[in-house]
T-cell receptor, first 111, second 110 residues
Framework: QKEVEQDPGPLSVPEGAIVSLNCTYS??????FMWYRQYSRKGPELLMY????GNKEDGRFTAQVDKSSKYISLFIRDSQPSDSATYLC???????????FGKGTRLSVIA | KAGVTQTPRYLIKTRGQQVTLSCSPI?????VSWYQQTPGQGLQFLFE???????NKGNFPGRFSGRQFSNSRSEMNVSTLELGDSALYLC?????????FGPGTRLLVL
């Protein structure tokens, strides 16, 4: 079992839809959870950062962490064609430990 | 503040050659991590340097090596290139628990 599982998609939605992206993980020691957005031929861009369980909102983006279920989500409201990208979840233990990434979900928002 | 910069952006090499990639972190960031990204394996951690010392290492063969200089700039080297080394190599600059990525170097091995 991989440490972090993420459905690769592709996921195609109409403009204005609510998008839900998810990751599950197996390592209960993970405490820091991130979502990155990666456009084609670019490096990943940090979107959301959450420590431990709970919700965090930033504009149209909401990140949720449920440590009891080892499940994290990213919601995108009022999705736009410019949101079309690959979304990567990432997580890590406390301290000087590396990030562990999901394989990414490719999202297309159709105008 | 300028972001993470990586050079070169694109490289074509042949099997058996060696390659050196360069990364300059965000000013003030002392930690630099390197990742390999391929369609099949996703993003995989190579190694992390902090204050010129390797602090973590991923599960890659010894052909992959790196170093960090006193100004926090980092280089990674791949010797005896194999076809499977074709990938996007990403450098990330770290501040506390968050990492900020550069645009990557796309390496094609023929």
């Amino acid at each position: 079992q991989k440490e972090v599982e993420q459905d690769p998609g592709p996921l195609s939605v109409p403009e204005g839809a609510i998008v839900s992206l998810n990751c599950t993980y197996s390592n209960s020691a993970f405490q820091y959870f991130m979502w990155y957005r990666q456009y084609s031929r670019k490096g990943p861009e940090l979107l959301m950062y959450t420590y431990s369980s709970g919700n965090k909102e930033d504009g149209r983006f909401t990140a949720q962490v449920d440590k009891s279920s080892k499940y994290i989500s990213l919601f995108i409201r009022d999705s736009q064609p410019s949101d079309s990208a690959t979304y990567l979840c990432a997580m890590k233990n406390a301290g000087n430990t590396p990030l562990v990434f999901g394989k990414g979900t490719r999202l297309s928002v159709i105008a | 503040k300028a972001g993470v910069t990586q050079t070169p952006r694109y490289l074509i090499k042949t099997r058996g050659q060696q390659v050196t990639l360069s990364c300059s972190p965000i000013s003030g960031h002392r930690s630099v991590s390197w990742y390999q990204q391929t369609p099949g394996q996703g993003l995989q951690f190579l190694f992390e340097y902090f204050s010129e010392t390797q602090r973590n290492k991923g599960n890659f063969p010894g052909r992959f090596s790196g170093r960090q200089f006193s100004n926090s700039r980092s280089e990674m080297n791949v010797s005896t290139l194999e076809l499977g080394d074709s990938a996007l190599y990403l450098c990330a600059s770290r501040l506390e628990e968050t990492q900020y990525f550069g645009p990557g170097t796309r390496l094609l091995v023929l």
